[in-house]
């Protein structure tokens, strides 16, 4: 067994240790100390990093008892020797906050719902917690944030201790405890006792700012997702942040932002469905123009049209435009986006098989496609033939008729 410096005081962050040896897990160097600050992961809580003797630990497991701390280098020293340790404190305080505040949270929301905890996961950018109840009362997330920050600033102390299996028969805890003999309790100043071998603040000013992030329903359970401490007052930085850029952008106050957006919306919508009409409109112009000014063939207008960029939906809505006229076989592609589209189409009046020319036509320059008799559509052909596909395609039609 490893001492256990942590379970004591969660804010030492320097240590000396003697080592007791050093093993191998997961291929790096794991070394055995008598004692240590170091926190393994478990209880939901992620483990601590940092440097013995200067070789930096980037994991920390349990084993019955035993903390290994696993190394990014060969350690420097061996069994027997004494070594001084120190662990990062930025991310052991961000964990002490985040835990600390899940039993806030937990006991918080059992008081006032009746929800009990079933799980929880403390993660690098946000934790969550489990409820046993598939949907929240709507005034659940705005209720619990603002009790859980007021509470918060209660500055309630927050104590761990050992205790025995009879004591803690005594205790109000919120579940019971997952180990028996001696057991160690985290208790905020009478609001909430809870088994846990984590590591927590001095008191729950140090949790706020509580922020709820989200909810989810998972089954019959809904997730909740929270952040607390420094993690909260980043989140609220960035959010602000994002929001002034987005109000500075319209000239306005934050708050006047979600109007603002709402009414683009429907202005870019209305834009959006006049742009289209606009654009059938026009498409109808150049449509019956290219008939007008298109030779016959047998009293059939061949349309040869081909645009650098129009997208293939405009090829079809051409096909369509000049399908609904007697007496025409249209001719069409694209190389918009360096891409060759082609699209042939005949009126139900002409008797041409359009699927047969496009195919012949597009094969004759390494292009490929085909289709009904009265539609067709390929690709394929180098960019600079795409003009000639359609020549070659209405030479054919004319040694046809
Ligand atoms: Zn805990």
């Given at each position: 067994m490893t001492e256990r410096l942590d379970y004591f005081d969660?804010?030492?962050q320097r240590f000396d240790a003697r080592v007791v040896a050093i093993e191998e897990r997961n291929g790096a160097p794991a070394v055995i100390l008598d004692r240590t600050c170091f926190y393994p992961t478990s209880g939901g809580q992620l483990h601590d990093t940092g440097f013995l003797d200067g070789v930096a630990v980037n994991d920390v497991v349990v084993e019955q008892g035993v903390i290994m701390h696993l190394l990014t280098a060969p350690p420097p020293f061996s069994p027997g020797a004494a070594v001084a340790g120190v662990i990062d404190w930025s991310r052991r305080y961000d964990h002490m906050q985040q835990h600390s505040g899940q039993h806030l949270l937990s006991q918080l929301i059992y008081q006032r719902?009746?929800?009990?905890?079933?799980s929880v996961h403390f993660g690098r950018e946000e934790s969550t917690l489990d409820l046993d109840v598939a949907a929240l009362p709507a005034s659940f997330m705005q209720e619990v944030e603002l009790a859980a920050n007021e509470l918060a600033y209660y500055a309630l102390d927050i104590r761990a201790y050992f205790i025995d299996d009879a004591a803690v028969s005594l205790l109000p805890l919120r579940r019971p405890p997952?180990?028996?003999?001696?057991i160690r309790i985290v208790e905020i100043d009478g609001f909430d006792y809870s088994a846990c071998g984590g590591t927590h603040v001095?008191?729950?000013?140090?949790?706020?700012?509580?922020?709820?992030v989200r909810q989810e329903r998972r089954r019959n359970q809904t997730r909740l997702t929270f952040l607390c401490g420094l993690r909260a007052f980043r989140d609220y930085a960035d959010k602000a942040r994002s929001l002034a850029e987005c109000a500075a952008l319209f000239s306005?106050?934050?708050?006047a932002v979600p109007a603002l957006v709402q009414k683009m919306q429907l202005q870019l919508r209305e834009l959006e469905k006049s742009n289209t009409e606009l654009q059938q409109q026009m498409l109808a112009h150049i449509v019956a123009d290219l008939i007008e000014r298109a030779p016959r063939v047998d009293g059939v207008a061949v349309v040869e049209h081909c645009s650098a960029s129009a997208p293939l939906e405009t090829l079809k809505q051409m096909a369509t435009l000049l399908r609904a006229q007697p007496q025409v076989v249209g001719l069409l592609a694209s190389t918009a986006g360096d891409k060759v589209n082609v699209v042939f189409c005949r009126s139900d009046?002409?008797?041409?098989h359009v699927g047969d020319l496009l195919r012949e036509a597009l094969a004759h320059f390494g292009g490929r496609g085909g289709g009904r008799p009265e539609y067709a559509q390929g690709g394929g052909a180098p960019v600079d033939a795409a003009a000639d596909v359609l020549a070659y395609a209405r030479q054919q039609l004319i040694q046809k008729h």
């Open positions: 969660a804010y030492q719902f009746g929800f009990e905890t079933v997952a180990v028996s003999g001696q001095h008191t729950t000013a140090e949790i706020a700012p509580i922020k709820l306005a106050d934050a708050a009046d002409a008797s041409i």
